[in-house]
T-cell receptor, first 116, second 109 residues
Framework: GAVVSQHPSWVICKSGTSVKIECRSL??????MFWYRQFPKQSLMLMAT?????????EQGVEKDKFLINHASLTLSTLTVTSAHPEDSSFYIC????????????FGSGTRLTVV | GENVEQHPSTLSVQEGDSAVIKCTYS??????FPWYKQELGKGPQLIID?????GEKKDQRIAVTLNKTAKHFSLHITETQPEDSAVYFC????????FGTGTSLTVIP
């Protein structure tokens, strides 16, 4: 149980275009979802926390207008990188926290974004 | 906020030897301590976790020990195998979720 599906697993886009990444909880309802960014050989950096039906809370230094997060249902959160630039190239990972007390947090498989 | 330190940052062991990774934290209110394994190009996978009311937990070759007084917990992998090679992250949760800085483990055949 507690599976989080993240798509796409990799994407290449041109500078100036927008990219949407989806994160779905497959077998549980995720009241809270988290989006992370990971640079090579570094730990995961929390970008934002989203709660179903309300606005996301962004970490300091993360541009909310550039990284749009939508958590419209208990099983789906999306991260849209708007007007992408090469410096946005990174590994993005989502995680979800449902009501499963025994597990807590489950992570998606990540999305490798390359902006050319 | 919470301050999570993880050591060592890199670790190389011979196949069959044991590997130990340690994390320290600062917030005494933290109550859940998971360990994640991340393979290249993939998301973190939970491998073992421990709650604050338990001192030790074991799952086959993997064990975690927690010292709440000293605010540190450790991951122990015995009889290491090449497929154990990955980056391992500790995490600490209380009101929020904090990752350690990661340990790159290499098991040499």
């Amino acid at each position: 149980g507690a599976v989080v599906s993240q798509h796409p697993s990799w994407v290449i886009c041109k500078s100036g275009t927008s990219v949407k990444i989806e994160c779905r909880s497959l077998d549980f309802q995720a009241t809270t979802m988290f989006w992370y960014r990971q640079f090579p050989k570094q730990s995961l950096m929390l970008m934002a926390t989203s709660n179903e039906g309300s606005k996301a809370t962004y970490e300091q230094g993360v541009e909310k207008d550039k990284f749009l997060i939508n958590h419209a249902s208990l099983t789906l959160s999306t991260l849209t990188v708007t007007s992408a630039h090469p410096e946005d190239s990174s590994f993005y990972i989502c995680s979800a926290r449902g009501d499963l007390q025994s597990r807590g947090y489950t992570f998606g498989s990540g999305t490798r974004l390359t902006v050319v | 906020g919470e301050n999570v330190e993880q050591h060592p940052s890199t670790l190389s062991v011979q196949e069959g030897d044991s590997a130990v990774i340690k994390c320290t934290y600062s917030d005494s209110a933290s109550n859940y301590f998971p360990w994640y394994k991340q393979e290249l190009g993939k998301g973190p996978q939970l491998i073992i976790d421990i709650r604050s009311n338990v001192g030790e937990k074991k799952d086959q070759r993997i064990a975690v020990t927690l010292n709440k007084t000293a605010k540190h917990f450790s991951l122990h992998i015995t009889e290491t195998q090449p497929e154990d090679s990955a980056v391992y992250f500790c995490a600490v949760t209380g009101n929020q979720f904090y990752f350690g800085t990661g340990t790159s483990l290499t098991v040499i055949p």
